[in-house]
């Protein structure tokens, strides 16, 4: 059950919603102290209306669930607890029916300016049991609600009544209302508040509401709470920088570091969830819900450990009241187990995709080129990957699955192993979105690869005129296979310090190369491209690097193939006098840091994309599996731990997904920073590790019989996933090194 998913931005622009961001930040800067007492509270709420910040969420015009979510991340950060939550789910949930009510309408609108002020409790509906219990009798309504915000500011209570159907405004002044302050996670800003007998009014709401205000409070309170993680990350960071510990910042340890990055990444998936959903809430997209439990579910339960990192990062100082970080840590704790937490959210998510009919991944909205030909890559895999051929390829053991020349001539009539080239180079010139239409549809069809995007890029900036009518029309046709010899022994991350040597021979006119390449992953192709070095004396070390295009032919060179845990094959390769034209040369002497660099930047802002579809893809096998699967009569879907785990990497994948997408916009918008791609590799790898490990916890010793096996499922597919998992995380750079890359250029921390 694929459903589509929208990814137009919805007005106001982004641009506006920066400019209320700005706004909204200015004004609690000058205008809010936490230690503000219930008189100078009053006055900033007040100040907030006269802004018209009271009034969001009644119409597209006036703002949406993006505009509340950009206005609580700011109070959030000021830990600021006034009832703008409450304000905004009577806005966006119930002003379409109180609008129908002349006395509700009349005090929404009071509201709005500030000459009331409403606090919301969804009672006895809600997630959370322990909120409330009310008994109604006629126009009396007795009972108690616990966890309602800011009831001592407010001067009406909305509160959902029994069986869900209608809503009660309660005049807190009046007869028969008891509030009393209630201490939550250490800190104030709670209230119970008990009914007896209280006359009431109400107005109708439709069936199905209360499910939407659960949904739309739930985005509201992980807005604020990850305003809140956001702004303690910040103290941390720029604590970290200034902290000295045995002579030097605590920044610029590499454990510090770490634990800034993986902060850094978490909220940054957090916020990208967030904004998703809220989006898909205000162009009231088919499946909103979805992408708001999978937002909440995330939120919930990767922010407290950044809030935990957070505080270890800070120390002691970080646990004195007297600074701000306890205060956020509170705040944090408090929304993120509103209407019942993460477990409320990860329940929906299991039921969505573990119920007999239950869904796959909802697909991203490319936008009109790529939703086209997402659907015309669909097509022709559907009349070219089909029947004998695919079977045929099936049937390999994974090992013998590197490449498949026939089908690889085949996709190459098509023109899109050149799919992003410029025209002048023989290429479609497509965007980066139906770039990624094309991986998606690929990877779901589970093709074999063609191409060689990284060396087209490089031939196609640093090529002469020669190499890239040969070697790019070759690549365009999908007739020549490239490999890679970058790492050596002692060079495998850190590439500027590689040791093949290239020497230029006067007598002979050609290069000579002596040196040993590993982990060469296609060597058995047509062609390697070959980094060496061609100047061992000029500094930084980077600079004294050439490339070259070695076809695996020529004479002197050894090749040892090696087999991966993945069943692949990658080899050692040696280089013993193997000599070379000049025309093998691909850009400058010496200038083969900036080939490398140039090519890679341009790739990996796809790698994140690539990585995501893959776990997207086996995520989707995975759920179908379980879906149909018994143990002793039983549904494996309905298992307690299954459903809790798939739930929780729905809401990963997710997240993984929008980060994705979100790179691939800044390649399309020529914003790519190296930091950025770094972030969404270590996110993808990472978590295409941890699904493949609880994909066995979930199934058993069964998901861990390989292919050939008897009795294997899925082809064996699941346990081949797990091995090959464990190769993302160290090519293009280990995760380590990426989280280095992000401290220094992305955080800006010092360096050791």
Known sequence: MNMAMQTEQQSPSSEERNMLRDSVRGFVGQNWAKDADEAAQRKFWQGLCEQGLAELGRDADVGGLSEVSVVLQELGKANCPLPMIAAAVINLGLWKYASKDSKAAALLDKAAEGEAVLAFSLGDQDA?????????????????????????????????????????????????????????MGTQGLYTVELANAAVESF???????????????????????????????????????????????????????????????????????????SQYDSQDANWRIFSSSAFAYAAATLRQVSLE???????????????????????????????????????????????????????????????FRAEVRKWLQDNWIGERKDAYDSRLF????????????????????LSWPKEFGGQARTPFEEVAYLEEMENAEAPRAGAEIQAAMLRVHGTREQQEKYLGEIRRGEAIHGMGYSEPNSGSDLA???????????????????????????????????????????????????????????GITIRPMTTMYDGRFSNVFYDDVRLPDSSRIGEVNGGWKVLTGALASERGFVGAIIVSRV??????VCDYIRNAEVDG???????????????????????????????????????????????????????????????????????????????????????????????????????????????????????
């Not at 006629?138 to 959902?160: C, D, I, M, P, Y």
């Not at 605590?250 to 570091?257: D, F, K, L, R, T």
């Not at 944090?332 to 929906?348: C, P, T, V, Y």
Request: glycine content about 8%; some cysteine.
């Open 616 to 621: 997207l893809h086996y995520f989707n096998i």
């Open 497 to 555: 310090s590689l040791m093949t040597k290239a020497e230029w021979s006067e007598e002979d006119n050609e290069w000579v190369i002596n040196g040993q390449k590993i982990w060469t992953t296609t060597y058995w192709g047509d062609y390697i491209l070959l980094a060496t070095r061609t100047d061992f004396e000029v500094k930084p070390r980077h600079a004294g690097i050439t490339l070259f295009m070695v076809p695996t032919s020529t004479k």
């Open 128 to 184: 959370e049991k322990a909120a409330g219990k009310l008994t109604q009798d006629g126009g009396k309504l007795s009972g108690k609600l616990q966890f309602v915000e800011a009831a001592a500011l407010t001067s009406h209570l909305l509160v959902v009544l029994p069986k869900g159907r209608e809503v009660a405004i309660v005049d807190l002044s009046a007869a028969g209302v008891t509030i009393q302050a209630t201490r939550a």
């Open 634 to 752: 039983k549904r494996l879907a309905d298992d307690p731990y299954i459903r809790d785990r798939i739930a929780d990497f729905a809401a990963q994948i997710e997240a993984g997904r929008l980060m994705s997408i979100n790179c691939v916009g800044l390649v399309e918008n020529s914003e790519m920073p190296p930091h950025y791609a770094a972030m969404n590799k270590i996110f993808s790898s990472e978590l295409m590790e941890r699904f493949g490990e609880t994909a066995l916890d979930m199934i058993g010793m069964t998901a861990t019989l390989s292919q050939e096996a008897p009795g294997a499922i899925l082809r064996g597919r699941i346990e081949q996933y797990l091995r090959h998992s464990l190769m993302w995380v160290i090519s293009m750079g280990t995760n380590e090194i990426q989280r280095n890359l992000i401290a220094i250029r992305g955080l800006e921390l010092p360096r050791s």
């Open 399 to 418: 090992s013998k699955r590197e490449h498949d020349a026939e089908f690889a001539r085949k996709l190459g009539e098509t023109g899109w192993l050149a």
């Open 310 to 372: 957070n505080h270890h990062s800070m120390g002691a100082i970080g646990y004195a009241m007297e600074h701000p970080m306890p205060g956020l840590t509170e705040r944090l704790h408090l929304d993120l187990n509103m209407h019942g937490g993460f477990r409320k959210a990860r329940a929906e998510l299991a039921e969505f995709y573990l119920s007999k009919d239950g869904g796959s991944m909802l697909e991203y909205d490319l936008g009109e080129s790529g939703n086209k």
């Open 204 to 278: 109708a709401i439709e069936e199905g509401t209360v499910a939407d205000l659960i949904h739309i409070s739930r985005l509201c309170h992980a807005a604020r709470a990850i305003g809140a993680v956001t702004e303690a990350f910040e103290l941390a960071k720029e604590w970290a920088k200034e902290r000295k510990q045995f002579g030097h910042a605590i920044g610029s340890y590499q454990a510090i570091q770490h634990k800034l990055v993986n902060s850094f990444t978490a909220i940054e998936a957090a916020t990208l969830s967030l904004n998703y959903a809220c």
